[in-house]
């Protein structure tokens, strides 16, 4: 049973996830703030953290900061719950090592879904490594380079980059890539992905730009 910790200030958000949660078969551990939640680290990792941006001893962009800045908890998966909707607030949590996001108001079942689907965290696919030119994909280190230098990414990101690459040359449509990466049809939340694309763009450097957008189809990687 995997454990998660839900760190919301507000009451009746913080109930709803940890019974939705709960009755989903995890183990849960709630927390209205930060400080509790850090304490609590020291005691027990996570298998995946649920985390408000706005609480009220701690952003939870700088939170996940510190998450990713640590050998400790550097690979928890981490699902970022915001109001805010612009793509910038977006693209700045993904950008600081969140793996997902959900925006308020959101439904129970998406939220379950969007856990379990971040939680699988091994594809189905056998290959342990994958080289494309100087990238390597080494799935049993869950590691990337690029001519030998290490790319950090989150676990979304990882998995995005693996099922572009293993697919290379195949331009995979978006729905696809939704359904494989994120586990759920996530129509009108089509912007998740392209964030992630964004994202990992940017990371990759002059390799990102081999990653092509096909309009109105999806993307392909050359």
């Not at 939705?20 to 927390?31: D, I, P, Q, S, T």
């Not at 091994?122 to 030998?148: A, M």
Request: aromatic content about 8%.
């Amino acid at each position: 049973m995997a454990l998660i910790y839900v760190i919301e200030d507000d009451a009746s958000i913080r109930e709803i996830e940890e019974y939705a949660l709960k009755n989903a078969g995890f183990e849960v551990k709630a927390f209205e703030k930060a400080t509790p939640f850090f304490d609590k680290l020291e005691e027990i990792l996570p298998d995946l953290i649920i985390l408000d941006v706005m609480l009220p001893d701690e952003n939870g962009i700088d939170i996940v900061k510190q998450l990713r800045n640590s050998s400790f908890t550097r690979d928890i998966p981490v699902i970022m719950v915001t109001a805010k909707t612009s793509e910038l607030d977006l693209v700045k949590g993904l950008e600081n090592g969140a793996d997902d996001y959900v925006k308020k108001p959101f439904s129970v079942m998406e939220l379950i879904s969007r856990v379990k689907a971040l939680l699988r965290r091994t594809l189905d696919d056998d290959v342990k490594k994958l080289e494309l030119d100087g990238l390597v994909i080494d799935k049993e280190r869950h590691e990337v380079k690029i001519d030998d230098n290490l790319i950090e990414l989150t676990f979304k990101e990882y998995e995005l980059l693996y099922y572009l690459t293993i697919n290379k040359g195949i331009v995979l449509r978006r729905d696809q890539i939704m359904e494989r990466i994120w586990g759920i049809d996530y129509e009108g939340e089509s912007r998740t992905l392209d964030m992630h694309i964004k994202t990992l763009r940017h990371k990759l450097g002059e390799f990102g730009g081999r990653i092509r957008t096909v309009r109105n189809v999806g993307y392909v990687i050359e």
